[in-house]
């Protein structure tokens, strides 16, 4: 067979046109799938973050014991009730395995505002994910003190030992500090999450650390004096602990 009359039926043929167009426009509909897919997943995540650290926020501002002297006193576990509600809230994040929440109370009282104490829940660890706005510190003004805020004697009182550590400038971005009122407190929570794609990495965004924060101005008359741990006492989720 002459190869001239294979060719023009060859040119002629439409039989494969839809197959070969859908050929040619998978990748591109594939790309552009996978694309919307992985943008959807990032956007959902970040909501999800802000309204984990606004709920912790909320949260950590209304509760504790009431007392019968019209104060309400703070409790280990009551944090550790608030800080766990975060993680169950953030369970299909894998939020503090793959992150870290640090919880601060920021305190004025008298006009000297003071980081009091800090809580945290969540594995990682390091400058990336340790609290960028100020932490409690002993005297050298670098080691954290996991008995800001506390009572650590056998007998008495003495969590006016442990006072916390100066933020006359609040807690937050330059530029966008957050400040107690005078003699009340503020909630102020920080997340630090490593987000990873869904399709590859690089390929339409990288592996980043995702911040959010979030404040409530304490709702009750809450006694600022220390955190209390009556009995019977619960572990403390100080913030030179690290875990999921």
Request: a positive charge; charged letters at 15%; glycine letters at 10%.
């Amino acid at each position: 067979m002459s190869p001239r009359p294979l060719l023009r039926r060859l040119i002629a043929a439409r039989s494969g046109a839809a197959l070969l167009e859908f050929a040619l426009g998978l990748p591109i509909v594939l790309t552009a799938g996978l694309w919307a897919t992985e943008l959807t997943n990032y956007a959902i995540t970040n909501q999800r973050l802000s309204q984990i650290a606004l709920a912790l926020a909320d949260n950590a501002s209304r509760v504790g014991e009431f007392k019968g002297t019209g104060f309400t006193q703070l409790r280990e576990v009551d944090i550790n009730d608030v800080l766990l509600a975060a993680k169950q809230q953030g369970t299909p994040l894998n939020l503090t395995a793959n992150g870290r929440i640090t919880l601060s109370s920021l305190e004025n009282s008298g006009g000297t505002q003071r980081i009091h104490w800090q809580r945290c829940i969540g594995l990682k660890g390091g400058a990336t994910y340790d609290s960028h706005y100020g932490k409690t510190v002993k005297a050298d003004g670098v080691t954290y003190d996991p008995t800001a805020g506390v009572n650590t004697a056998s007998s008495g009182d003495n969590s006016s030992q442990h006072p916390g550590t100066l933020a006359p400038n609040g807690m937050g971005e330059n530029g966008a500090q957050v400040s107690a009122p005078t003699d009340s407190g503020v909630m102020f929570v920080e997340i630090n999450y490593l987000y990873t794609p869904l399709v590859g990495k690089g390929w339409f965004t990288s592996t980043k650390t995702m911040r959010y924060v979030a404040s409530f101005v304490v709702r009750d008359n809450r006694d600022y004096g220390q955190v209390y741990n009556p009995a019977p006492a619960t572990n403390r989720s100080t913030c030179d602990l690290y875990g999921a």
